[in-house]
């Protein structure tokens, strides 16, 4: 098998504020691998939180040396179905990536979709939640009346400001704008146990109908103490990275947000579902802001969600792939072989 990397600077369509950052573009790696005639593909995008740059990147996903492998088959075996850890470990965006690939790869070589692989026959659709960012009110209420008329039924709303109120408020204008759309709530970690203690009542009053995060990652205790007595409920996302995580968490949560950048893959996903099936806490599915080739993986297992919140690829100023839509609110598996993507955009800087 040949290997191919190159880099892709994504623009967003407007700065997204979160409790911790603001973000105005991310660098995406783009992974290429052919085998006799076809060729899969794969993307990993920077991330300052988990301390992932492009040039990282390229150098990890390089340092896998698929062209050791005879087929695409031989490789998935190799590698691993979950987050590592430690000195030397491969770290999951990396994996990801990878398996992206090469399940693209293996679909077309074969005619079917990734879905069909993982077991899921015919091509499906599901609603996936839209983010709006720490913002304006005027600005969030204007958003969330455009979502509503797009057709999005599920908005993101990201929370965790310096003042408190704001949050509320900005809930209870998207909330007036859009009466009708299911309301999340993601702090990313701001709050302490007794903000959340005292918050929550407020956003269930609003019709909120479940929440991420809302404390600092590390302390999977409190949040499960918290989930206990909550009035909505509470999802994992930041303490829920691998498969072990999850195994903590099963039945103490509500929901875990399952990214495949942070767990390791569709199969490692996959592993996550099998584990909480029956516990009580069901899944969601996120992403990073990425482009279509980097979301699609995620597509392919939405059927298994309770939540799925796949906009990585609406955020963009130019998507440079399509194939999973999303724009009027629900993204889409097809019949095409693979991922079910196509660049419609070429990269312009070879890298590997």
């Known amino acids: 098998m040949k290997a191919r990397l190159r880099t892709v600077r994504l623009e967003l369509a ?13 660098d995406a ?14 993307e990993a995008v920077s991330s300052v939180y988990y301390g992932l740059d492009a040039d990282t990147l390229v150098r990890l996903i390089a340092s896998v040396d698929l062209e050791r492998f005879a087929d695409p088959e031989s490789a998935l075996e190799a590698l691993p179905t979950g987050a ?23 679909g077309k070589r074969d005619g079917v979709p990734v879905h069909r692989l993982l077991g899921t026959h015919t091509p499906f659709g599901v609603a996936t939640a839209r983010t709006i960012g720490i913002t304006s009110l005027a600005h969030a209420a204007a958003e969330a009346r455009r979502l509503a008329a797009s057709g999005f039924e599920i908005v993101k709303v990201k929370a965790g400001s310096s003042d408190a109120e704001d949050d509320v408020e900005r809930v209870r204008v998207i909330r007036d704008a859009a009466p009708h759309v299911r309301l999340l709530l993601d702090p990313n970690g701001a709050w302490s146990v007794a903000e959340a203690e005292r918050l929550l009542p407020r956003f269930a009053a609003l019709g909120v109908e479940a929440v991420e995060q809302p404390l600092p990652p590390g302390d999977p205790e409190a949040l499960g103490a918290l989930a206990e007595n909550a009035p909505l409920p509470v999802i994992a996302d930041e303490d ?18 399952v ?3 942070k767990c390791g893959g569709v199969r490692a996903a ?23 080739l980097g979301i699609a993986p995620a597509v392919h297992l939405a059927d298994r969600a309770r939540w799925t919140d ?6 963009l100023a130019h998507d440079p792939w399509r194939g999973i839509g999303g724009d009027d609110g629900v993204v889409r598996t097809s019949a095409l072989p ?3 993507v196509e660049e419609v955009e070429a990269a312009h800087e070879d890298v590997a």
Not at 16 to 25: D, G, N, P
Not at 84 to 106: C, K, Q, R
Not at 310 to 315: E, R, V
């Open 259 to 261: 990214k495949l950048a």
């Open 338 to 340: 693979g991922l079910g």
């Open 14 to 26: 407007q700065p997204l504020r979160i409790s911790r950052s603001t973000m105005t573009a991310r």
């Open 310 to 315: 796949l906009d990585g690829h609406l955020l």
């Open 29 to 42: 790696v783009w992974l290429g691998v052919e085998h006799d005639g076809v060729t899969g593909y794969g």
């Open 240 to 257: 829920a990275v691998s498969v072990e995580d999850v195994r903590r968490l099963a039945g103490r949560v509500h929901g875990v947000n």
């Open 270 to 292: 996959l592993r996550i579902a099998e584990l909480i099936e029956g516990s009580g806490t069901e899944l969601m599915l996120g992403c990073l802001t990425a482009s279509s």
């Open 84 to 106: 590592g850890a430690g000195p030397g470990a491969v770290p999951p965006a990396v994996t990801a990536a990878v398996e992206s690939a090469l399940l693209d790869l293996v």
